[in-house]
Nanobody, 123 residues
């Protein structure tokens, strides 16, 4: 398993921006960002293949969020713009169960998870 540490969460006004970072201990893993709001199930927000050539976004964040990665730094980012109150949640990054994966989006395909970082959007 790979160790993951998220950072960059916080409180922001609606319409604002935040950038989340996820530092991995190493490896060529496909990565994903998930979020879980109170009383709701964890959902995938965005995902990226290990080479960064393929990305996925859930419909509600398309055009507002961008996932990217710097493999030289073992870091994945989630740039979040035009934030709305519905984006309030704990955000988790995750790494695929095996190395050299292409794009994966289902929770079962991820074997390592970060501790989560809170994002709160005030309206």
């Amino acid at each position: 398993q790979v160790q993951l540490v998220e950072s960059g969460g916080g409180l922001v006004q609606a319409g604002g921006s935040l950038r989340l970072s996820c530092a991995a201990s190493g490896g060529t893993y496909a990565m994903g960002w998930f979020r879980q709001a109170p009383g709701k199930e964890r959902e995938v927000v965005a995902a990226i293949s290990w080479k960064g050539r393929s990305t996925y976004y859930t419909d509600s964040v398309k055009g507002r969020f961008t996932i990217s990665r710097e493999n030289a730094k073992n870091t994945v980012y989630l740039q979040m713009n035009s934030l709305i109150s519905e984006d309030t949640a704990v955000y988790y990054c995750a790494a695929s169960r095996q190395r050299d994966y292409g794009l994966v989006t289902t929770p079962a395909a991820f074997g390592s998870w970060g501790q989560g970082t809170q994002v709160t959007v005030s309206s």
